[in-house]
């Protein structure tokens, strides 16, 4: 089993729609958990972070961690063109050391 | 843009080629990491410098060495590399001590060998 799964995409939305991303994984110590994001010809940036379980809104932006399901998901409202990327996920036990997930291509169509 | 630079941006060698990927940061961070990343296949650490020290080396091929010279610069020399090499090797730093311990990419080098 891999550690840290999530859907490669691609993903089309129309404009304005509500985007769920997700990742799955094994190892039920992980505590931090992140989000990147990665625009074509570019490294990925960090997008938001949660540590252990529960919610966090940034904006359009809302991750959310199910520690119990071994889940967690990013949810972006009123998803617009330039949201267009893939999203990594990455978690680690410490902070520090961490697993990412391949990774889910959105696009998001005007 | 990040303040991590990565050059060349786009590589093409043969596998009896020798080169060298360059990463700078300029963040005054402490740690310094190699990744490669493949399409459709999750980033693989392959270097990690603390303090212009390798703390890790996830078996990665002796075609690949890193090399750090100071806390700002980041090598990666290759020599005869394989065609299934090619992918996206990305530099990241970071400033450690900080829990989650946030990791800034570069751009990457898109490595084609052929």
């Known amino acids: 089993q891999k550690e840290v799964e999530q859907d490669p995409g691609p993903l089309s939305v129309p404009e304005g729609a509500i985007v769920s991303l997700n990742c799955t994984y094994s190892?039920?110590?992980?505590?931090?958990f992140m989000w990147y994001r990665q625009y074509s010809r570019k490294g990925p940036e960090l997008l938001m972070y949660?540590?252990?379980?529960g919610n966090k809104e940034d904006g359009r932006f809302t991750a959310q961690v199910d520690k119990s399901s071994k889940y967690i998901s990013l949810f972006i409202r009123d998803s617009q063109p330039s949201d267009s990327a893939t999203y990594l996920c990455?978690?680690?036990?410490?902070?520090?050391?961490?697993?990412f997930g391949p990774g889910t291509r959105l696009s998001v169509l005007p | 843009e990040t303040g991590v630079t990565q050059t060349p941006r786009h590589l093409v060698m043969g596998m009896t080629n020798k080169k060298s990927l360059k990463c700078e940061q300029h963040?005054?961070?402490?740690?310094m990491y190699w990744y490669k990343q493949s399409a459709k296949k999750p980033l693989e650490l392959m270097f990690v410098?603390?303090?212009?020290?390798?703390?890790e080396n996830n078996s990665v091929p002796s075609r690949f060495s890193p090399e750090c010279p100071n806390s700002s610069h980041l090598f990666l020399h290759l020599h005869t590399l394989q065609p299934e090499d090619s992918a996206l090797y990305l530099c990241?730093?970071?400033?450690?001590?900080?829990?989650?311990?946030?990791?800034?990419f570069g751009p990457g080098t898109r490595l084609t060998v052929l």
């Open positions: 990241a730093s970071s400033p450690l001590g900080q829990a989650p311990d946030t990791q800034y």
């Open positions: 990455a978690m680690s036990l410490e902070g520090q050391n961490f697993v």
């Open positions: 963040l005054g961070h402490n740690a």
């Open positions: 190892n039920s110590a992980f505590q931090y």
């Open positions: 949660t540590y252990s379980s």
């Open positions: 410098y603390s303090l212009e020290e390798r703390v």
